[in-house]
């Protein structure tokens, strides 16, 4: 900008009016665009303009408060730069709207406003006199002297700035080639000021108060930065360090925010982090991974992406329990008392338990066990698994893994993904706080398989005791020792588990609870608990033991008590409901009267008072019926073995044993078979084989008809198994087929009162099978007297309470033939007596 440039601005400009800042002459600025004004003009006079006086345009400070601007034009400031449009970029997103750049030339006033619509256009006069500007030194006297002490001031302050870096050397060199008057405009636009500074700075058309403007603008630019240099602790390779560079430009160069302020709180994180990460006693490997991110940390700008990425990770490095554990209480009495405070019954959980714990008192330095607690729903698999993390005395995480799919739940995504965490394993660690806690990995027998891998392969890696001292997190891509935790799975069977999987962990059966266990346990902690959760004490609220077995034979049938505590909850809400309102009775009615005969054609309407029942409540089973209406589960057993045909097999699901009954029909036809019920590849064989052992028998028992030897002769046999949306599979149904079927060709009834179970082969051997304690426990629910299994599986009964055993007349059968006598009444006779077959090998 000498004198002989020859720069003049025209007479008339169009005005753009900015909120974005004040562009001073010498200085560039990019100025967003996206009023309607503004963007007319950028559209007529910047897009369709041909000549370079189409790209000059009048940039005006606009000083209303950006929240309350209106589309009325704001009364302009007088003064404004003329400036030389560089560049225009249009955008759509997230409106439309314009970004110009803009290099600042010289001041002008505005003398008159021509217009308004569809921009602002005005007549303008030129302050700056362009071609008095000198390349030599300025006049003497007092200007002389200002413009002498501002470009000393200048020099000082790029001399504080790291020279090495190009952009300050050009900026050096550019002080002693600018004129001494571009000075004020160039630097004010370059340090950290105000916008009201810069609008004092734009107005001082006198050259003389524009450097007594910025001068003190420079000055103290320069006492901030010295005072920063003195009370931070400067690192010998960074004494002069270069700032960050703000958006914008400096004429013509780029433009330098002078403010160290948040650079330095960076540096205070960064020291801070680095204590954290030298303090987490983390393993060599560990540390010498953040160690090394850490001074790439500090390296990094934090605009960049990956700072916060590196900053994430280290944190999580340094949150984790690399050497925080909690101790454990090995009072093994204590232990015992706890758990049978918690939770009745379950022996063998707390056996193994407390030889855990035994264990720990002998040898400090055990493995944590991986354990697997395998049982139908409902009856405390979970909640044990809480009761042991209290016995413990450790920290306690449930990770629920139904439907879980894909395996970078469990070991993490690799840091080079958009959105990478560490695996639940990781993240429930880092919650608790401590590397020893118990986890619960819950539902391990549903987890899924997808495109994303399979999670139950990932978990191979973490439940082995000889690999899981060293587990690779995808995310923290360093091992960390496992080997402290205490893992506990729940399923609800082993047949989904992988068998890879399922021989790393210790299972545990939990079977389901017989009638008196579900007594003991209701009057323990459900009745307790819901007059708890429903604000009852037991001075309003009794239930008897009779009412109790009533509802959990009648109201519910399952392993568990999860229906069991629903239905208590019932009678909890009910009896609230007349606690609270109150309730119009006779002073002569009883508490159960009051709940049994509440709508009763007799009920005699005392006239007088309206006063609360009588406590406690007690419900009795006329109260029992009008809470929770008819019982929902009949023993139907005697009615449904009216007709030859119908026997009673014992089936194991995951929600405990069944009873089930087979069905059988004969018709005429041609010798076919008919199978219905939903069943499995292997229960059909089952069938088939019965069908095949009673046709090559059936002279041996009588089962022949007008003489002759096949009994299918001109006969269809149709075998039903109810329920018939229920699947069913398995081998153990063959002895309750066999049954039936020789019941219908005999004609004869089979007992009502027994159940059978037992795999057959074709020589009609009866084969041991699996799930007695649940099929026992299923047929004495159903109040059967006689129960036949295989003899291979009398060893099973052991695990099955004493007065069960005593209530049931168990009978152990090798052949068919022990299973036929047993399941008729006198017998079932044949011609040929079997004499016992003993192995000899």
């Not at 790209?55 to 704001?74: A, C, K, Q």
């Not at 630019?221 to 430009?249: C, H, M, N, S, Y």
């Not at 264990?359 to 009761?387: A, D, E, M, N, Y």
Request: hydrophobic fraction near 40%; charge should be neutral; proline fraction near 6%.
């Amino acid at each position: 900008m000498s004198s002989n440039s020859g720069i003049q601005i025209p007479s008339r400009l169009p005005l753009l009016c900015t909120h974005d800042g004040v562009l001073l002459p010498g200085s560039t600025m990019r100025i967003s665009v996206d009023t309607a004004r503004n963007m007319q003009l950028v559209k007529s006079r910047l897009l369709k303009g041909t000549s370079l006086k189409s790209t000059i345009i009048g940039i005006v400070p606009n000083t209303r408060d950006p929240e309350h601007d209106s589309d009325e034009l704001p009364s302009l400031h007088s003064i404004g730069t003329a400036g030389l449009a560089v560049q225009v970029v249009g955008s759509n997103w997230p409106k439309p709207h314009y970004t110009l750049l803009i290099t600042g030339l010289c001041r002008f006033r505005v003398t008159q406003l021509l217009r308004e619509r569809p921009f602002p256009m005005a007549e303008v006069e030129q302050l700056d006199k362009l071609e008095q500007y000198t390349e030599g030194d300025p006049a003497d006297g007092e200007l002389g002297e200002l413009a002498q002490r501002f470009y000393q001031a200048a020099v000082q302050l790029v001399g504080m700035l790291d020279m090495s870096v190009p952009v300050v050397a050009k900026l050096r060199r550019l002080l002693d080639s600018l004129p001494r008057e571009t000075l004020p405009d160039v630097l004010a636009s370059m340090i950290r000021t105000s916008n009201k500074e810069k609008l004092q700075v734009l107005d001082a058309v006198d050259l003389e108060e524009r450097f007594k403007k910025a001068l003190p603008l420079l000055t103290r630019q320069i006492e901030g930065l010295k005072l920063l240099q003195k009370t931070r602790k400067l690192r010998p390779d960074d004494d002069k360090r270069v700032l960050a560079i703000r958006k914008g430009g400096v004429f013509p160069g780029r433009q330098f925010l002078l403010d160290e302020e948040a650079e330095d709180e960076d540096g205070d994180d960064n020291v801070l982090l680095e204590k954290k990460v030298k303090a987490a006693a983390m393993p060599e490997a560990a540390l010498r991974v953040c160690l090394k991110e850490l001074r790439r940390l500090k390296k990094m700008p934090q605009s960049m992406p990956e700072y916060a990425l590196t900053r994430n990770y280290l944190e999580m490095m340094v949150e984790l329990p690399w050497s925080k554990t909690t101790t454990d209480c090995l009072d093994i009495r204590a232990a015992r008392v706890h758990l049978d405070n918690d939770h009745y019954a379950m022996e063998k959980l707390k056996r193994r338990v407390l030889e855990y714990l035994a264990v720990r008192q002998l040898k400090s330095t055990l493995k944590g066990p991986i354990l697997c607690f395998v049982g139908p729903p409902g009856v405390g698999k979970t909640s044990v698994g809480r009761s042991i993390a209290r016995t413990l005395g450790r920290e306690f995480h449930r990770i629920a893994l139904g439907g879980v799919c894909d395996q970078s739940d469990i070991r993490g995504h690799r840091r080079t993904y958009v959105g990478s965490m560490p695996g639940r394993i990781i993240n429930g660690l880092k919650t608790v706080g401590v590397n020893n806690p118990v986890f619960l990995l819950d539902e391990v027998d549903k987890l899924g398989k997808s495109l994303q891998g399979d999670p139950a392969a990932a978990l191979l890696e973490v439940l082995d005791p000889e690999q899981n001292h060293s587990f690779t997190d995808h995310y923290l891509n360093v091992p960390f020792d496992l080997s402290q935790v205490l893992f506990i799975a729940t399923a609800n069977t082993t047949a989904t588990i992988p068998p890879a999987l399922l021989d790393r962990m210790e299972v545990l059966q939990v079977p389901g609870y017989i009638q008196e266990e579900k007594v003991e346990i209701a009057h323990r902690h459900l009745i307790p608990h819901q007059l708890e959760q429903h604000g009852l004490t037991p001075q309003q609220l009794q239930i008897p033991q009779d009412t109790t077995q009533e509802i959990i034979s009648n109201y519910t049938r399952e392993a568990g008590v999860r229906s069991l505590e629903r239905k208590i909850g019932a009678i909890c809400r009910a009896v609230a409901v007349k606690v609270a309102e109150g309730h119009k009775v006779s002073r002569a009615e009883s508490p159960t009267e009051q709940l049994a005969d509440q709508n009763t054609e007799n009920k005699v309407e005392d006239s007088g008072i309206a006063a609360p029942p009588e406590m406690p409540i007690v419900i009795d089973h006329i109260a029992l019926k009008d809470i929770l209406g008819p019982p929902l589960f009949e023993m139907e057993v005697s009615e449904r073995l009216t007709l030859p045909g119908v026997a009673i097999g014992l089936a194991w699901t995951p929600m405990g044993g069944e009873i089930m009954f087979v069905e059988a029909s004969r018709m005429e036809g041609e010798g076919q078979l008919t199978l219905t019920g939903q069943l499995g590849d292997v229960m059909k064989e089952s069938a088939r084989l019965a069908i095949s052992w009673l046709r090559s028998n059936a002279k041996t028992y009588f089962l022949t008809s007008n003489g002759s030897a096949d009994p299918l002769e001109g006969t269809d046999i149709h075998l039903h198994f109810p329920a018939g949306a229920v699947t069913k599979d398995g081998p153990s149904a063959g002895v309750t087929i066999v049954t039936c079927l020789a019941s219908l060709l005999s004609g004869r009834l089979v007992r009502s009162d027994v159940a059978m179970t037992g795999e057959i082969t074709l020589r009609g051997l009866v084969l041991p099978v699996g799930g007695i304690k649940d099929k026992v426990l299923a047929a004495h629910r159903a109040n059967l007297k006689r129960v036949i299994i295989p003899k291979r599986n009398e060893k099973d009964l052991e695990e099955i309470p004493a007065h069960v055993r005593a209530d049931l007349d168990f009978v152990f059968a090798s052949t068919l033939d022990e299973v036929l006598n047993a399941a008729f009444d006198g017998g079932f006779p044949s011609a040929v007596s079997h004499p016992q077959v003993v192995s000899k090998l």
